[in-house]
């Protein structure tokens, strides 16, 4: 069955260092990945997106993730987090039969300064 | 930009009373959903919506919900009798088309509270 895993529930970085969140999929075709972040009391927003071509993808807010097919990985990377950043943070696969997304469990960043 | 509005932002009923949930999708979008996120536990598919029609359920969807466009910009979700395990954040989503190319809008979601 098709899954996401995202194997930290929390990760604490400190203002300035370097962020690294892991997913792991399982989806039997080519996956489709997103990144969303949730701010507190806000909804889904879509930091990016991967369909195909360039494994490395660029998001807004200085974000970007690899796609890693050996490694059914798809982790996103940001070189300096700011406090602004504090959020949770989901990985989710696309599924084309019935046009919709699995999430993982989500990552809860926090921003120490 | 344009973005998916959700109202209630809380919404708080007793256990056993129907509740209506409502989302103003973007205006040239044509595909609607709903997820929810149990507090703790993952964002849960339920529904998505074409055309006046369920495209797709899934399992949580049972008949205790409901979807309706009643007008041509509101989408609702209704829960007929709420039990205490229906308490959850409720995300209303949109999309100018199907697939992976046309990305999913969320809004800012309902927090239903079962008493």
């Known amino acids: 069955a098709q899954s996401v895993t995202q194997p930290d529930i929390h990760i604490t970085v400190s203002e300035g260092a370097s962020l690294e969140l892991r997913c792991n999929y399982s989806y039997g075709a080519t996956p489709y990945l997103f990144w969303y972040v949730q701010s507190p009391g806000q909804g889904l927003q879509l930091l990016l997106k991967?369909?195909?071509?360039?494994?490395l993808v660029q998001g807004i807010k200085g974000f970007e993730a690899e796609f890693k097919r050996s490694q059914s990985s798809f982790n996103l990377r940001k070189p300096s987090v700011h406090w602004s950043d504090a959020a949770e943070y989901f990985c989710?696969?696309?599924?084309?039969?019935?046009?919709?997304?699995?999430f993982g469990a989500g990552t809860i960043l926090r921003v120490k300064s | 930009e344009p973005e998916v509005t959700q109202t209630p932002s809380h919404q708080v009923t007793q256990m056993g009373q129907e509740v209506i949930l409502r989302c103003v999708p973007i205006s040239n979008h044509l595909y609607f959903y709903w997820y929810r996120q149990i507090l703790g536990q993952k964002v849960e598919f339920l529904v998505s919506f074409y055309n006046n029609e369920i495209s797709e359920k899934s399992e949580i969807f049972d008949d205790q919900f409901s979807v309706e466009r009643p007008d041509g910009s509101n989408f609702t979700l209704k829960i007929r009798s709420t039990k205490l395990e229906d308490s959850a954040m409720y995300f209303c989503?949109?999309?100018?088309?199907?697939?992976?190319?046309?990305?999913?809008?969320f809004g800012d979601g309902t927090r239903l509270s079962i008493l």
């Open positions: 989503a949109s999309s100018e088309g199907t697939g992976i190319k046309q990305p999913q809008h």
């Open positions: 989710a696969v696309f599924m084309e039969y019935g046009n919709k997304l699995v």
């Open positions: 991967y369909f195909s071509g360039d494994t």
